[in-house]
Structures are given as structure tokens and as C-alpha cells.
């Protein structure tokens, strides 16, 4: 089975500064990597995903994410955080079995102005 | 527009009572999740649907049905079965395949009182 872990619950930056959150993941076959964002009480929103194909990633809001096989990661950053930035941020890989997304237990990301 | 409608935003039951969940879309998707998030714990599957009329059980499915008669609607009921029913339900759909992404509701936060 495919899992991924998210390292850190809670990270926080300056505003301005550059957003790290960090995603391993466990996979025998190809993963497919997604990144979400949640804000309160709301439900999630894609940013990014990997499937095949160019190993750096663009994704909304000027987020981006580097799939390295070889250290099964799949980090995700922004040069410059801004506080509408704030937000819980999810990893998450494809299940080959049964089809669904599999998800890290999410990373708080808080901006300090 | 298109989405993922979830009613109601905000639910409250009582012990020992049945509470049904709605989700509705109209993406045409044929895939529909349901989701259980807790602070801390992530998003945990609880049941998916690759197609009308077949469900199957996720990770945490004990206390929980779903239903799925038509494409457009896979209704959680949360039973009294279930000993700690307060949380974020989140349901969410897709095309079928381990590439795509899932698009999500806006969710509905349960509680017991």
C-alpha cells in the first residue's frame, strides 16, 4: 500500500520568507503525488500534482514541488510567503488498489507579518 | 458551475441517533469518496464508489453506510454504531484512474450533543 508522511505539523515563517513543507512517501510502484490546501472549515483545493513527466512541478499561487525518487520526496515551496498563505497543507498519494487518494496527516502553516 | 454540493454545512445528533450526510455533484464524475477528518489525523477514507450501484469500505468504515443509486449522489448516513461520530466529513469525487485528481465539497461538520 502507498502512504505518505508529512513532516512537521506546524511550520511557521515570516511573511516574505520561503515556505518549505515537507512530503516523503512509501510507494512500490510509480507513485502519483498530489498537494492540497484547506482552509478553516473549508474543503480542499488542489495545487499541484505529479504524474509522469517533468520532476518540478508549478502549481496555483506560485507553489511548486520537486518529485526526487531517490529520496522519495515530494517538498512543497513558495519563494515568498504571503499571509493569505496561512493555511493546513496536505500530501497526498494515489492508492493503485483501490483507487483513491491517500493522505499524510497535513501541515499548519502559519505567516508571521 | 460546476462542483461538489455537501448539505448541511453544520449538523448536530444526538446520541444513539442515524444522521445522513448529503453529497451531491455535478461534474460527472463516476467516482465518489467519503472522508473523515480529525485535527492532527489527516483525512481517513471511509467509503468509495468507482460507479453506480458498487461501493466498497475504506479505512474506517465500522459505524458508517453509503449508498449509491445514482451517479450524482453518494449519501453518508452515520449510524448509531459509531462511538465517536464528531468530525469534518468531507466528500469528494473524480474520474476514475490513479492520475486524476479529486475534487471536494465544502464539507459538514458533525456533533454530538
Known amino acids: 500500500a502507498q502512504s505518505v508522511t508529512q513532516l512537521g505539523s506546524h511550520v511557521s515563517v515570516s511573511e516574505g520568507a520561503l515556505v518549505l513543507l515537507r512530503c516523503n512517501y512509501s510507494s512500490s510502484v510509480p507513485p502519483y503525488l498530489f498537494w492540497y490546501v484547506q482552509y478553516p472549515n473549508q474543503g480542499l483545493q488542489l495545487l499541484l500534482k505529479?504524474?509522469?513527466?517533468?520532476?518540478l512541478v508549478k502549481g496555483i499561487n506560485g507553489f511548486e514541488a520537486e518529485f526526487k525518487k531517490s529520496e522519495t520526496s515530494f517538498h512543497l515551496t513558495k519563494p515568498s510567503a504571503h499571509m493569505s498563505d496561512a493555511a493546513e497543507y496536505f500530501c497526498a498519494v494515489s492508492d493503485t488498489g483501490r483507487r483513491a487518494l491517500t493522505f499524510g496527516s497535513g501541515t499548519r502553516l502559519q505567516v508571521q507579518p | 458551475d460546476g462542483g461538489i454540493t455537501q448539505s448541511p454545512k453544520y449538523l448536530f445528533r444526538k446520541e444513539g441517533q442515524n444522521v445522513t450526510l448529503s453529497c451531491e455533484q455535478n461534474l460527472n464524475h463516476d467516482a465518489m469518496y467519503w472522508y473523515r477528518q480529525d485535527p492532527g489525523q489527516g483525512l481517513r477514507l471511509i467509503y468509495y464508489s468507482q460507479i453506480v450501484n458498487d461501493f466498497q469500505k475504506g479505512d474506517i468504515a465500522e459505524g458508517y453506510s453509503v449508498s449509491r443509486e445514482k451517479k450524482e449522489s453518494f449519501p453518508l448516513t452515520v449510524t448509531s454504531a459509531q462511538k465517536n461520530p464528531t468530525a469534518f466529513y468531507l466528500c469528494a469525487s473524480s474520474i476514475p484512474g490513479r492520475n486524476t485528481e479529486a475534487f471536494f465539497g465544502q464539507g459538514t461538520r458533525l456533533t454530538v450533543v
Open positions: 505529479y504524474t509522469t513527466g517533468a520532476t
